[in-house]
């Protein structure tokens, strides 16, 4: 299948912001921005923006209004990518308020992670659209020369990027073997609360990336059960786990649970080459993945290698 993939990005073009998810403080947006203009980027903030929620403090505003400004800035022609302000969550409440027909015909840039997972899922099913699975405009200013490097790269050649710069050291085999396929995956909690819904992951012969934070070793145990449950995990071609990250704060100390001894417990029975230990997602200094576009996974060179361009 070929993916509709946003054109490269080129210094000079504009820019959008939006907030689906939850609301981004004053000082961390105008960081964000500047970091995109110091780059040669134009920047337009989504009408709400800075929207509060009237009844409650973790939304960035109604989902009609928040929804309204990716649809606006979709549909605009002078706008060539869009960057979500941060995580947290609300992405989930938007997909009946979304545009899809008029999404798909405006393929853009699409940047973020976490509960933007939600978002990549749907992008995917009911657009076809390759996005990147990359810091917030909150993260983008406090990336290393590294990350920011694969970051701009990505979003402004039309070229495969090739093999991502992740030090194998620092990287666990957990089934051997090598695989290639698309990207797809996320914050496991978004995967697993999206069965069911016209968003569920697809899977299906592809390289899934898994990550998450915040989660104590039970509750990702039951996400990825979940998973599992659905058929999803089976379908895969292979993994790419990331971290758990902050899970020690649920933890005995010492832990009697640890994230290594889940994804044996899960993953190794699979028998998919997987690795884990990739930085993406909750972590300093996260490598952005364009998901939708066709990689190779060694297992045991625990490499992972984009054979594909992420934008035309």
């Given at each position: 299948m070929v993916r509709r993939r946003p054109r490269a990005l080129r210094p000079g073009d504009t820019l959008g912001v939006a907030s689906p998810s939850g609301p981004i403080e004053a000082e961390a947006l105008q960081a964000g921005v500047a970091a995109l203009e110091a780059r040669g980027y134009r920047v337009v903030l989504g009408e709400h923006v800075r929207d509060t929620h009237p009844h409650n403090n973790y939304l960035?505003?109604?989902?009609?209004?928040?929804?309204?400004?990716?649809?606006?800035?979709?549909?605009?022609?002078?706008?060539?990518?869009?960057?979500?302000?941060?995580?947290?969550?609300?992405?989930?409440?938007?997909?009946?308020?979304?545009?899809?027909?008029a999404i798909a015909t405006h393929p853009k840039v699409f940047v973020g992670f976490s509960d933007i997972t939600s978002l990549?899922?749907?992008?995917?099913?009911?657009?076809?659209?390759?996005?990147?699975?990359g810091p917030t405009l909150f993260g983008l200013p406090k990336l290393d020369l590294t990350a920011a490097g694969v970051f701009w790269q990505l979003l402004e050649s039309p070229e495969p990027f090739g093999p991502l710069p992740a030090p194998p050291e620092t990287i666990q085999?957990?089934?051997?073997?090598?695989?290639?396929?698309?990207?797809?995956?996320?914050?496991?909690?978004?995967?697993?609360?999206?069965?069911?819904?016209?968003?569920?992951?697809d899977f299906r012969g592809k390289i899934v990336l898994i990550e998450d934070v915040n989660e104590a070793i039970y509750r990702a145990d039951r996400d990825l059960t979940q998973l599992k449950n659905a058929g999803l995990l089976e379908e895969a071609a292979g993994f790419v786990i990331g971290a758990l990250s902050d899970w020690p704060k649920h933890e005995d100390d010492p832990p009697r649970n640890t994230p290594e001894a889940l994804?044996?417990?899960?993953?190794?029975?699979?028998g998919k080459p997987t690795i884990a230990g990739f930085p993406f997602g909750h972590v300093p200094n996260a490598l952005t993945l364009p998901l939708g576009v066709r990689a190779r996974l060694d297992a045991d060179a625990r490499t992972l290698t984009l054979l594909e361009p992420a934008t035309r």
């Open positions: 960035a505003g109604t989902d009609a209004d928040r929804a309204a400004d990716l649809n606006a800035l979709f549909a605009r022609e002078d706008i060539a990518g869009i960057l979500c302000a941060r995580g947290g969550y609300g992405a989930m409440r938007l997909m009946d308020h979304l545009d899809w027909q990549h899922l749907a992008l995917e099913r009911h657009a076809d659209l390759v996005t990147f699975h085999t957990l089934v051997p073997g090598s695989v290639e396929g698309e990207m797809a995956g996320g914050c496991l909690c978004l995967l697993a609360h999206a069965c069911g819904s016209s968003f569920a992951p994804w044996r417990d899960i993953f190794v029975p699979l």
